[in-house]
């Protein structure tokens, strides 16, 4: 079988490259390991930068996003007893959507389909080779079957633990890492939200975070040690630690609801340099993680698929390589910066153990100066809408 583009994984990055693809006239295959019905149902990202939302409606992907997603224009930050607002939209004239990644992966598997693309759930023993020949392929297995796909370029776009980062000679990526001492067990729940927005609050027991999925499902997470165990947080004990974590001194409460939902993600900043070998590019999640505490997993793979469809369509239509070429460097610029913002975030909200007095105050007057202050406002609610799409 023979395509232009081969795309390993049909997360958010995967699918949205082979729709931009599509819409270029430029074919693509999209081989993913998962049940459709399973990354449909995969609970992650909840909020969608400005850019990011702007860009699905453009390509055709934001009628449902518009209908059932919560257009957000400020976010709180709880400290203290206290309850501070973000204004994004008078700060930075921009807002955000909360859509959860699997509704946006619902509408880009169905769109995909409905355009006769070619998705392939369930394939087994992915590899890639010939990166660096002008004739790279990806042997696979589907229903059991050998089968191998020839491509022109091959997108990894497979998340932190697929196989096209690691199939790089050893020494080629250099990578950058920092490994958070803390986890997030994140809850779903049948339960409005009890606040319109995002609640980010730091307490001396830890981080914790109301956010929501719907006007009936609320999304929370609360800071925890990295290896923690889900089981052992019974719904008591997780309402009781929300109520603990999110109160201020200002009338705020919580309501409960049925968990339907938890588990607990471990937090980690990695970047892999270069994010290109040869024929291989590599995209979203297989090239760079964040902790989630700055809103910007998904949205940085969009980012990434952004520069890469407009590169390959410079490639493949004009015989202009140029994009391709740099297509590392462009996207590195805005993933360290979105880097930054994220490990900052984490840093200002979340306790470290070992942490000293001294420490502890420097926080707090870095929420106190971000909260008071409209120049520091500013910048964290222009990352927070998203920076600049590099394209
Ligand atoms: P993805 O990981 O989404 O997709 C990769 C796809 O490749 C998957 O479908 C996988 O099944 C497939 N795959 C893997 N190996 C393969 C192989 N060998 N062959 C074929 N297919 C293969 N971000 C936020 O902004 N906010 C959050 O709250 C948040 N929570 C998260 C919770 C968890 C548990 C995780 C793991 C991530 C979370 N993220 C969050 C980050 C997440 O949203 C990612 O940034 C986003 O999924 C990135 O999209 P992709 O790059 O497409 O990678
Ligand atoms: C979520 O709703 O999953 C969410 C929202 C904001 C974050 C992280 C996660 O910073």
Redesign the pocket.
Known sequence: MRTRVGI???????LLLSHLLHLEGIDSVV????SRAH?EA?I????LEHGTAELLRQCGLGERMDREGLLHHGTILRFGGRSRRIDFTELTGKSVMVYG?HEVVRDLVARRLADGGDIRFE?GD?SIHDVNTDAPSIS?TEGGVARTLECDIIAG???????CRPSLPPGFIRDFDRIYPFGWL?ILAEVSPSSEELVYARHARGFALLSMRSPTIGRFYLQCPPDDDAGTWSDDRIWSELHTRLADQEGFTLTEGPIIQK?V?AMRSYVAEPMQAGRLFL????AH?VP?TG???????VGDVAVLARALERQIRHNDSALLESYSQTCLRRVWNVQRFSWWMTSMLHNFDGANAFDEQVRLAELDYVTTSRAAAVTLAENYVGLPLAV
Do not use: S
């Not at 995209?283 to 297989?286: E, P, Q, T």
């Not at 809103?295 to 793979?301: C, H, L």
């Open positions: 390993i994984g049909a997360g958010p990055a995967g081989l993913e390991i998962r990354i995969r992650r990202a909840g909020v990644q394939v992915v696979y776009c497979d998340g932190f633990h697929g196989i994140g588990g993600t995209v979203g999640d297989a993680i989630p809103a910007k997993g998904m949205n940085m793979a």
